[in-house]
């Protein structure tokens, strides 16, 4: 004889499981449409110059550059100022944040999109005492 709660349990894990199979699917579906979206393409493949809505992406000139130059020089200079440079990484904010949503990840340095002028946070340097 099968009591009611073992029949509620049986039921309520195929029902789980039912439903952790549709997540990759629906996972897949949300990744592909953002791609979509945002289009991330090759403009310059010997400056490695990637484009996120045709926005240029630059990326530092040398290794050990913290951060991508506000001005490009040669043939792609004009597409590149400080505007063109905060809208695209304005972008790709949004595209992590959404990535990190539909996959349901936390990021480890939040971001807070507000366009041009987005933000990633920074918890681990503001913390006081030892770090380990």
Known sequence: ??????????????????????????????????????????????????????????????????APPLSLAGEYGALVNEDSVATALGYVALVVQLTATYLCQRLVYPITYIGSRSLV???????VGPRM
């Open 1 to 66: 004889m099968v009591h009611v709660e073992e029949f509620s349990d049986l039921f309520l894990r195929k029902r789980a499981q039912s439903l952790k199979s549709c997540i990759g699917p629906a996972q897949a579906s949300l990744l592909s449409t953002l791609s979509f979206i945002f289009p991330i393409e090759l403009l310059s493949p010997p400056d490695l110059l990637y484009t996120i809505l045709g926005v240029p992406l630059p990326i530092p000139l040398q290794g050990n550059e913290p």
């Open 121 to 127: 946070k920074d918890p681990i340097s503001a913390m």
